[in-house]
């Protein structure tokens, strides 16, 4: 039985309706596509996922991974997903056309994305990771090496990986100890990295493993740290496979969730015989790997709201179809479908409405993302830039939050089947919790989004996100049906600019005070995104409602905002006024009192 359930409707009224994302084929690079292609292709995404890849849900699960003589076995049917998946070009769809790539909008890889990843989240890490090195190598290294091993990892014949995190360093690089030694024209690499997602697998022939390391004679810090493409496999100059390049895998992690997707720690140059190939200038890995490190920030908030949108699609059609229970109000005389029960409809209503403002979210931010590359230098591209850098940390660390209560709150609607494994509710709970601690914890989101994106040339990110909040009230607030919430958005929208302003300065006159307030802060954030995306799509639902005021669906769109903004922004007051109490109980309690 398919587990995956996706609302198409859902889909393109986001998409079509409030971002009108075929404006994107106006840019020069997508002058040969149109808006009816991009529709095409979310339309094969979405038979893809459901036809390939939702069956591997339930198989890797069940398989699990199989670690044998430093050698990990996947379920067999992984091997022949990932051709396929590279064949038809899902890997590549938005890279240039020299490498094998389709030439689509960037921000095409994410939102097919969310149908990949809903449809099996282990199995499309592998999918994401290979797409992120190959452009990492795409983007610094030399054509020679570009030759050697980009269009062979974007179709899918290659996997690829980043390797960052090492047994005694964790979030801190600084401290990385990997070492990279020269040896004519290559380095030899020697060291530890620990988990690394799909560090080794058998679902490929060779996989080019993207490593941070510190060349021989660098300074300390993160300012010596080089970037290496590192093939398990050696390379031969025709493209050919050589030898093993002494990578071995030490051992797997056995984890809550992700059973199918192998965490490893790989030892480099056991032997001394580990080659690795710079990517990039030497002393600039860590600022190169952000590259690939922000894309996965930003996979990490799709991959929370695929599956938040599946449990909630799912517990929809369990509420429909179960009876039980009698109508509250005596209403009908018969049981009635849970869903008539009120408790249930207020748990239905917040998940449909988080859902689609961490939906609505990502695409707006993806769709930054093109303006971004593909505008002329100037002060719009930099406000696409900065609202970009901005909304990173937001979609990473809010998005994978609520996409676990989503999660969380889906089981309630189930009862005890909920907990059981025979609907797939638990497992994406189970899934979804690691996504709070991949790619920085959401900690430390919270403290480069009130730290370094508040400071950040001059404070462009932050004022570019509350001047598109400010632009949104100001052109609603007095809209006949949605002004008064758009004037609730407006007033806490205010109080939060006077909170950041505050922390703002804290961080320099009480930083260790400030640190204690920067997750609080960040929800803050999110919350206020989430209800500037729902009344925006509500506003588009609206003009519908206008000519047809009885269609459901429009209706729900409005309902939804309007109780979004009613239940959550009281909470985010109060969460401000937390920001800023004085109370420094956080800072001054004796570590021996805890």
């Not at 300012?223 to 398990?232: E, I, N, R, T, Y």
């Not at 996100?465 to 007033?491: K, Q, T, W, Y």
Request: glycine share 8%; aromatic share 10%; hydrophobic share 40%.
């Amino acid at each position: 039985m398919e587990h995956l359930k996706v609302d198409e409707r859902d889909i393109f009224f986001i998409l079509k309706e409030q971002l009108n994302y075929g404006r994107v084929c106006a840019f020069d690079r997508y002058r040969d596509i149109d808006a009816d292609t991009l529709d095409m292709l979310v339309a094969e995404a979405i038979k893809f996922a459901k036809g390939v890849l939702d069956p591997l849900q339930e198989i890797g699960e069940h398989w699990g991974i199989r670690f044998e003589n430093n050698q990990v076995h996947c379920a067999p049917e992984y091997k022949k997903a990932f051709r396929l998946y590279g064949e038809n070009g899902w890997i590549s769809a938005a890279r240039d056309t020299r490498y094998g790539g389709q030439g689509l909008p960037h921000m095409m890889r994410l939102i097919t994305n969310d149908f990949m990843y809903g449809a099996a989240v282990s199995f499309n890490m592998v999918a994401s990771l290979t797409h992120g090195a190959a452009h990492l190598i795409e983007s610094f290294a030399t054509d020679e090496l570009k030759e050697r091993f980009v269009a062979k990892m974007y179709d899918g014949q290659w996997a690829g990986t980043m390797c960052l995190t090492e047994p005694s360093a964790g979030s801190n690089l600084a401290a990385l100890r990997t070492m990279a030694y020269p040896a004519g024209d290559h380095y030899k690499i020697k060291g530890t990295k620990m988990f690394i997602s799909w560090g080794d697998h058998d679902l490929t022939d060779n996989i080019i493993h993207l490593v941070l390391a510190r060349i021989e004679g660098a300074p300390e810090g993160i300012k010596g740290l080089s970037l290496f493409v590192v093939p398990k496999v050696r390379v031969n100059p025709d493209g050919s496979l050589g030898e093993p390049n002494d990578v071995l895998c030490a051992g797997v992690e056995k984890k809550l969730g992700l059973h199918a997707s192998p965490t490893c720690a790989l030892n480099f140059g056991d032997n001394d015989q580990c080659t690795g190939y710079l990517c990039g200038q030497a002393d600039q890995g860590l600022a190169n790997m952000f590259q690939m490190m922000n894309e996965s920030r930003i996979n990490v908030g799709v991959i929370a709201m695929a599956l938040a949108s599946t449990a909630y699609l799912n517990a929809l059609a369990y509420t429909k179809g179960r009876i039980q229970g009698a109508d509250v109000a005596g209403r009908k005389s018969a049981y009635v479908p849970i869903i008539d029960h009120p408790d249930i409809r207020r748990m239905l209503l917040w998940m449909k409405a988080t859902v689609d403002g961490m939906r609505s979210m990502i695409y707006l931010g993806a769709f930054w993302s093109d303006l971004a590359h593909e505008l002329p230098s100037g002060e719009e591209k930099q406000k696409y830039n900065a609202l970009l850098d901005f909304m990173t940390p937001i979609i990473k660390a809010y998005c994978s939050d609520m996409g676990f209560r989503v999660c969380e709150t889906a089981i309630q609607c189930l009862g005890g089947y909920g907990y059981c494994r025979e609907y797939p509710l638990e497992q994406y709970l189970r899934d979804s919790k690691i996504l709070s601690l991949y790619e920085g914890t959401n900690g430390i989101q919270s403290m480069d989004l009130m730290g370094r994106k508040m400071r950040l040339n001059g404070g462009a990110p932050y004022k570019a996100f509350m001047s598109e909040v400010n632009r949104f009230c100001r052109a609603n607030e007095s809209h006949p049906i949605l002004g008064g919430a758009v004037c609730d958005l407006s007033r806490v929208l205010q109080r939060l600019g006077q909170m950041a302003e505050e922390l703002s300065a804290m961080s320099k006159s009480d930083p260790l005070h400030w640190a204690s307030t920067t997750y609080p802060a960040l929800l803050c954030f999110g919350d206020i995104t989430t209800a500037w995306r729902l009344l925006d799509l509500a506003t588009v639902a609206q003009e519908h409602l206008d000519k047809d005021p009885h269609n459901p669906y429009y209706m729900g769109k409005v309902m939804q905002a309007t109780y979004w903004v009613g239940v959550t922004l009281p909470e985010t007051s109060k969460r401000i006024e937390i920001c800023l109490r004085k109370g420094r109980e956080v800072i001054e309690m004796p570590d021996e009192a805890f």
